[in-house]
């Protein structure tokens, strides 16, 4: 027992000795100080620095450009009318409706209604005509000899206009027989069978005229006052077709529940075969701006969630700038998205700006100036 006390006091003693006594602090070694890691911008393209602790960023010099701002619109082609031609005389269908499909042109026969005694109904005005008009010629020969009043003149004019209007009354109802195309379009729908009994207003077919087709949609309040009857289109349709037209309409009264304006844009004669209803992206040339065209992979967010980017000022120093995304650039030759917010020439962080902060100083082997 004795010497396990020994052995346990010596242990104490010894940690205690350890505690109390200062130990020996390393040099700090000079040259570490020499070779601690910096930040260097690179030009794009250019090979960094030998020194393979250093921190490298990519860097590129953009200049500002007028850019062509677009509003984009989300719409949907329509044709330019679509009309239900109707039966204004009652009657039976007597020949075969034209097929649903088909594509006719103006005057076209649609259906055709049985003339029944309409063609009887003309003949009889058609004689009656001709009893007035020589019953007034007879009365008019009277009257400039004296043997007849102007009362009894006056009412053979008035027979014979009636008379007249009987025989115009009768051709429409003969020609009302035959419905036919208003207009060049296709047949969107046949109402119709042969045999069908038709009343007065009853539908024959639906004619739809897609030369020229629209697209239509709703243009945002912000964006209104900067488009034109007129401007540019170009638009891609869901089926992946792009269309190009100009703009023929513009609101002048808000939709009153999304407070947008309706547009309606003709489309170029030459684009054909285009289906109604099917969505469209609508892009519309709007004012021209002066915007920079950046690598989207440039874009970063601060520190309340801003989009923005990083710049390198000319006394090296790193800069925050936020921007407004205002369109895209999908050429493969220069990918990009257009951006404002910007001034003049800027010399953008395009590769490492996660590393670096705004206010940090770092080293340029370029000249900024060029």
Not at 258 to 287: C, H, K, M, N
Request: glycine content about 8%; hydrophobic content about 40%; proline content about 3%.
């Amino acid at each position: 027992m004795k010497n396990q006390h020994v052995v346990s006091a010596g242990i104490l003693i010894a940690v205690v000795l350890w505690m109390v006594i200062p130990q020996s602090a390393e040099e700090p070694d000079e040259s570490n100080a020499h070779t601690s890691s910096t930040i260097v911008a690179v030009p794009e393209g250019v090979s960094p620095g030998e020194n393979p602790s250093d921190f490298i960023v990519r860097a590129a010099r953009i200049s500002q450009q007028t850019y062509g701002k677009k509003v984009r619109v989300r719409g949907r082609t329509q044709a330019f009318r679509h009309v239900e031609v109707r039966a204004e005389q009652a009657g039976r269908i007597v020949s075969e409706p034209v097929m649903r499909g088909a594509r006719v042109s103006e005057g076209d026969l649609l259906c055709e209604i049985a003339v029944d005694d309409r063609d009887s109904n003309l003949l009889e005005a058609q004689s009656r005509q001709e009893q007035a008009e020589f019953e007034y010629k007879a009365a008019q020969d009277l009257q400039d000899r004296g043997l007849q009043s102007d009362v009894i003149v006056a009412q053979l004019k008035a027979a014979l206009q009636s008379s007249k209007a009987g025989v115009a009354r009768a051709e429409l109802a003969l020609e009302r027989t035959r419905i036919v195309a208003p207009f060049n379009g296709v047949v969107e729908t046949r109402s119709v069978e042969l045999g069908d009994l038709l009343n007065a207003g009853t539908v024959c077919a639906s004619i739809l005229d897609d030369s020229p087709m629209l697209l239509v949609g709703l243009v945002p309040e912000q964006d209104i006052g900067s488009l034109i009857v007129g401007a540019r289109v170009a638009a891609e349709l869901l089926t992946g077709q792009r269309i190009a037209g100009n703009v023929s309409y513009l609101a002048r009264a808000a939709d009153n529940v999304s407070r947008s304006y309706r547009i309606e844009v003709q489309v170029d004669s030459s684009f054909e075969d285009i289906r109604q209803g099917i969505t469209a992206e609508i892009l519309v040339d709007s004012a021209d701006i002066q915007a920079h065209l950046i690598p989207s992979s440039s874009l970063t967010l601060d520190d309340s969630g801003l989009i923005g980017v990083k710049t390198i000022g000319s006394n090296n120093m790193v800069e925050f700038n936020n921007v407004e995304i205002v369109g895209d650039n999908t050429s493969s030759m220069n990918p990009g998205v257009w951006v404002t917010g910007l001034n003049g020439t800027v010399n953008l962080i395009t590769l490492g700006q996660e590393i670096v902060f705004p206010g940090q100083q770092v080293e340029s082997n370029f000249d900024w100036s060029r």
